[in-house]
Every structure is written in structure tokens, then in C-alpha cells.
């Protein structure tokens, strides 16, 4: 199965590749508030939900454009899909963006790829047997301080019904790191978590598709991944903390005294992660 998430990253890829040298000449559309869409985005979901039901055609599909397809309640098989993660980058050319595919199986992530074309750099994971980038074994990274760590971030863009507890976070946050990077790709930053790049990284109001694969990717490199409290309800509420396992509660510390009844697991939840 990882093997297909893999050639379905690809083709997406190629057509994301093709469509970078002809920005101009795209058709985009606005969805919401700084939320773009482009017909790229929808041929490179077109093919990798083609590329995955030629092989495995009674499974279900949650991607982001096209919305759910196949057995929703409870689905054997559910695949996660964002055909490209950080479209308004990818429109400005900045090429600092992903495509994201995760396999759910009984509820329990199985296998993970996100890939950026602009870079060819391809991360993947399946369950229980490792993380990798470009084929090679990769590990959270070693650091045991936060005050020694590079931590990325991702600002509300969407809906800014959180900004004032997410920038108090920030504020308390940043001077205890050597540093905060929000480059656009929530899918990419996971990967970044998973092979070291960053140390921890936190963010309000994702979606499913854009944590999935990210997520495997980092506990099967050995990191931690929960919600704003570090209970596993990540996916679903869609606010997250990650890290390496010594970052990731120091991060969790900083950010509890800014928690709000509506972050916390017990509060309402997202409605970015709907």
C-alpha cells in the first residue's frame, strides 16, 4: 500500500511540477478568507484518488478538495488526502509545499507519504516499520532542551477566533528557542519533526489531511504527537503539538497557562478540523 501512496505522491507531483512554470496562465479561486484553490489542485487529487482506487477500489477517500467518497462510518479503509499543502506558496511561486497522503486502517494510521515536489524530497513511513526520506532511515532529533531547539509554527490564516491564545503562546514560546519558522506546509513541517529539521512544532485549527501522514511520520521516528493538552485527539479537534519526546512536553508547559476552554479537549472543537 505504501508503495501506491508513493506513485500517487509522484503523479500528483509531476502535475504540480508541470503547472510551476505557467502560474500566470492558472485558473484560482477563492474559497474562503486567504484560502486559495487552483485547477492544479484538483487535477493532482484527481489523480491520486485514480491511482488509488485502480488498485483499491473499495476504499474510502477524505481528501480536501473533492470531500469523502466510499463508507464513511467507520471505513475499514480511509485515505487522507491534500493534493497540495500550502497552495498560496505554491501560487507565488515560494516552493515551500506538499502533497500529502495518509491510509487509515480501523481508525489507526498505517501508512504515510508526503512529498514536495519542488525539492524531490519524498517522506514516508508505514506503521511499525520506521520513517524514511529519499529511502534513508530518519530519527527525531537528540535535543533534550527547548532552549536549544528550532521549533515550527503555523499562523492562523483562516479563522482567527484563537489568534490572541495562539500569539500569547508565541510570545512565550519563542524566547525560549533559538528560533520559530512558519515556511506554509503544515504537512511538510510534520516531516521536517520526523527527520530532525525542527525539534517541535505546534498549530491551531489544522484539518485532517493536513496532519495525517505528518503525524505517522513522526512516531515512526520516534517522536510524540498530541493535541494542545497531549491527549490523542490531534486529528480530530485539528490543534497539535509534535516533537521529540524531551521537546514535546516542554513545549506542551509553555503552552498550558494560554489554553482556553475551546482549545482544550473538552471544549468545542475546531471548526478548521470539520
Known amino acids: 500500500m505504501l508503495t501506491i501512496a508513493v506513485k500517487a505522491a509522484r503523479r500528483a507531483g509531476n502535475i504540480i511540477n508541470r503547472s510551476a512554470q505557467n502560474l500566470d496562465l492558472l485558473h484560482v479561486s477563492q474559497k474562503s478568507h486567504s484560502d486559495f484553490v487552483s485547477e492544479v489542485d484538483g487535477a493532482a487529487e484527481e489523480v491520486i484518488i485514480k491511482t488509488i482506487l485502480d488498485m483499491y477500489p473499495h476504499h474510502s477517500i477524505l481528501a480536501e478538495e473533492s470531500g469523502t467518497r466510499g463508507n464513511q462510518v467507520k471505513p475499514e479503509f480511509l485515505w487522507i488526502i491534500d493534493p497540495l499543502d500550502g497552495t498560496t506558496n505554491f501560487l507565488h511561486g515560494?516552493?515551500?509545499?506538499?502533497?500529502?497522503?495518509?491510509?487509515?486502517?480501523?481508525?489507526?494510521?498505517?501508512?504515510?507519504?508526503?512529498?514536495?515536489?519542488?525539492?524531490?524530497?519524498?517522506?514516508?513511513?508505514?506503521?511499525?516499520?520506521?520513517?524514511?526520506?529519499?529511502?534513508?532511515?530518519?530519527?527525531?532529533?537528540?535535543?533534550?532542551k527547548l532552549a536549544d531547539s528550532l521549533i515550527g509554527t503555523g499562523f492562523p490564516f483562516r479563522d482567527f477566533t484563537h489568534m490572541d491564545a495562539y500569539m500569547a503562546m508565541f510570545k512565550d514560546i519563542a524566547p525560549r528557542t533559538v528560533g520559530i519558522r512558519r515556511p506554509g506546509s503544515a504537512a511538510l513541517d510534520l516531516a521536517y519533526v520526523a527527520a530532525g529539521r525542527y525539534d517541535g512544532f505546534w498549530e491551531i485549527g489544522l484539518s485532517p489531511w493536513?496532519?495525517?501522514?505528518?503525524?505517522?511520520?513522526?512516531?515512526?521516528?520516534?517522536?510524540?504527537?498530541?493535541?494542545?493538552?497531549?491527549?490523542?485527539?490531534?486529528?480530530?479537534?485539528g490543534n497539535i503539538v509534535a516533537g521529540n519526546p524531551k521537546v514535546f512536553g516542554q513545549l506542551l508547559q509553555v503552552i498550558a497557562p494560554h489554553l482556553t476552554p475551546a482549545l482544550t479537549s473538552t471544549g468545542v472543537p475546531s471548526t478548521a478540523a470539520s
Open 94 to 144: 515560494f516552493p515551500q509545499y506538499s502533497v500529502s497522503i495518509a491510509l487509515m486502517h480501523k481508525g489507526v494510521l498505517n501508512q504515510a507519504v508526503v512529498y514536495n515536489p519542488a525539492n524531490n524530497e519524498l517522506f514516508a513511513a508505514s506503521r511499525g516499520h520506521g520513517a524514511y526520506f529519499n529511502d534513508r532511515r530518519i530519527r527525531v532529533s537528540k535535543r533534550t
Open 210 to 237: 493536513d496532519m495525517a501522514a505528518g503525524c505517522l511520520l513522526i512516531t515512526e521516528a520516534g517522536g510524540l504527537v498530541g493535541d494542545l493538552e497531549g491527549n490523542e485527539t490531534h486529528i480530530e479537534r
